[in-house]
């Protein structure tokens, strides 16, 4: 049939380029130590990044949690879906990280990707500017797309570029749009720095924490907290599957702002709301971010990253100056960026194979994930496997 023929067509294309994706089967949570695929290995493949998806006290809660409220949510937020759960975790949410704007208040989502759509899409309308970074997450540029507003790309990281077009923009809305810790290449945005300028414009800066959530600042207050900043011009995504270790996403703003996407927001309204259990499991996560046991997986994690950044330093590849748990290796090509991986598996490590369209052509990566729950150990297997890789390069 012609129509699958196209598709099939399509598919043999991307298999020729190396750019095929493939699922594997995991028999354990995605962590640091993990069976996937019926063989035990190191993941560095999870954004577990302070160790928690299969925490004890976080299975706890989620079983808890469905026993008091049953498996599923049963509708909407807006129809019958919205449990004592949810609103418990939002209000723990924004007494947690909401400390960069009065009046603070939360709302929670089923995904990140939802989060994102949400809030792009009820900030800016028809009539609105937004200016979104190169290396924003897809999920921003789908949100971005989807709200019919004009959107310009500044260069990544770009503040300077970025002031020059606010200044050229009469938009009656502006919105600036930016990852905090680029997924990709693990940097930090500049955020001081388009906060100010947010408020010199009088536009929205939305930052999309969900890297730095759980790990950045005090406590693992994110990535606002981290910088010290305050402002009511700051609308905050936080990410709940990945430090958080459960599921989720919320966005905290002034009461307002969130009481005008409860009203306005498409992806919140028209959706089932998450299980309440797992919201549930979120609050309890968020107690042990916040705690002592909290502090002590960031410091693990710390001392990680800088021995990780000494071990891609020395291998023939070129590593990104990150600071933050993503750690990337640009390899370059497609085929040599699978290949490396390949090996790496053979060595039971798993680090996944990034490439186009996730970044740009050419910079094809090992991405680095690391995790509280990672050991100098795994780090070690990890780095006599790239001393072996690195001779054959
Ligand atoms: N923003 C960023 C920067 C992300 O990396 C991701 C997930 N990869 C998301 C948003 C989407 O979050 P979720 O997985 O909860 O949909």
Redesign the pocket.
């Known amino acids: 049939m012609l129509l699958l023929d196209t598709l099939t067509q399509g598919l043999v294309d991307l298999e020729a380029r190396g750019l095929t994706r493939r699922r594997r089967i995991a028999d354990t949570a995605c962590a640091a130590h993990m069976t996937v695929d019926g063989r035990d290995i190191v993941g560095f493949a999870s954004?577990d990044y302070l160790g928690l998806a299969a925490h004890p006290a976080l299975v706890a809660a989620q079983a808890e949690g469905a026993q008091r409220y049953g498996a599923g949510s049963g509708g909407s937020h807006l129809l019958g879906g919205h449990s004592r759960a949810h609103a418990k975790l939002e209000d723990d949410l924004a007494a947690f990280a909401g400390g960069f704007v009065d009046a603070p208040r939360a709302l929670s989502f089923c995904?990140?990707?939802?989060?994102?759509l949400a809030t792009l899409t009820a900030l800016a309308g028809r009539d609105a500017t937004l200016f979104s970074d190169a290396l924003?997450?897809?999920?921003?540029i789908d949100g971005a797309r989807l709200s019919r507003a004009d959107v310009q790309i500044y260069p990544h990281g770009d503040a300077e570029a970025l002031a020059a077009m606010l200044d050229a923009c009469d938009s009656p809305v502006k919105v600036i749009v930016t990852?905090s810790?680029?997924?990709m290449d693990g940097d930090i945005a500049p955020l001081a720095a388009l906060l100010a300028l947010a408020e010199q414009h009088g536009a929205w800066l939305v930052v999309?924490d969900?890297?730095g959530f759980g790990v950045l600042g005090p406590q693992g207050r994110g990535a606002l907290a981290h910088a010290a900043l305050r402002s009511p011009h700051l609308v905050y995504?936080c990410?709940?599957?990945?430090a958080a270790g459960v599921?989720?996403?919320a966005v905290i703003a002034h009461e307002t702002v969130i009481e005008w996407l409860v009203q306005r927001a498409r992806p919140y309204i028209f959706t089932t709301a998450a299980a309440p259990a797992v919201a549930h499991a979120v609050s309890a996560s968020l107690t042990l971010i916040a705690s002592s046991e909290g502090d002590a997986r960031r410091a693990h994690l710390a001392a990680l990253i800088e021995r990780t950044r000494a071990i891609l330093e020395r291998t023939p590849w070129q590593p990104v100056d990150s600071m933050t748990a993503v750690q990337p290796l640009i390899i370059g090509e497609n085929e040599a960026t699978l290949a490396l991986a390949a090996k790496l598996d053979a060595a039971g490590l798993w680090v996944p194979a990034i490439r186009p369209p996730t970044v740009p052509v050419g910079t094809s990566r090992l991405r680095i994930s690391l995790s509280a729950g990672h050991s100098f150990d795994d780090l070690a297997r990890l780095e006599a496997a790239f001393d072996r890789l690195g001779e054959t390069a």
């Not at 995904?111 to 994102?116: D, K, L, P, R, V």
């Open positions: 954004n995904t990140g990707y939802m989060a994102n924003n997450h897809a999920s921003l990852d810790v680029f997924s999309d969900a890297h995504v990410t709940l599957g990945k599921a989720g996403a």
